[in-house]
């Protein structure tokens, strides 16, 4: 079947199109929306606001792991101890240290299950990837500040190992989602990927579509390939 909105043949299991994401199938009517913003600044919006949020979590991220690695260093806090505490100041610090990275990695993949398909509907799927692998990074987190814990407070062999299995058990689960995710969305990526791969400058009075990519001729006013308008609407 072929896209009502850009003609591009589609496979007839598919629910959206593979070239501009548009629905396939029935078309139901939807009442018609004010026109304030234009779809090209709403989605340049939305991906500046991603890159900054991730740019963000990044920088905190290494400053945390910065002060963690500064704090262990100093030689006075090694050899603080708190009276009557079995739990030594280093792990306490890294257990914080920690539980910060943990609950920030969380917001933020929060923040980017909102966000990505948004900012990139065409990949939207590959958002739901990286969070599971986000849930992976915090399972990992989570076994480096529960270890000391546990032999600080001599639980055991026992404990260590059936945390160790649980977590095992949850990291593959969430492996296994993010592998089947990709797989069944990979071979309709790669057309948009070998695009971008293969996609020239304009030429002479050629007019470029920031929705997908595709060179249309001077005098176009929408998008050949995905029917997005080209040019700012006049008021």
Known sequence: MNCPNCNTPNDPANQFCVNCGKPLGEQTS??????????QAIARSVTELLQILTIRMLVILLGLWLLRAVLNWLPFIKELRIPNSPV???????TLIYLIIIAWLVSYSRTLWVLWPQALPRYREAGSFLVMLIYIIILVIFYYAARPLISVFDLGSEVLTILQVVLFVIALVLLLYAIVVVYQRLPFWLPSLRQSA??????????????????????????????????????
Do not use: D, H, Y
Not at 32 to 39: E, S
Not at 88 to 94: A, C, E, L, S, W
């Open 88 to 94: 030594p100041i280093p792990t306490i610090i890294n």
């Open 198 to 235: 293969v996609f020239r400058a304009p030429t002479g009075n050629e007019v470029a579509c920031l929705n997908c990519g595709t060179l249309n001729n001077a005098g176009a006013t929408f998008c050949s390939s995905c029917g997005q308008p080209l040019t700012k609407a006049k008021t």
């Open 30 to 39: 939807t009442p018609a929306q004010p026109p304030t913003v234009q779809p």
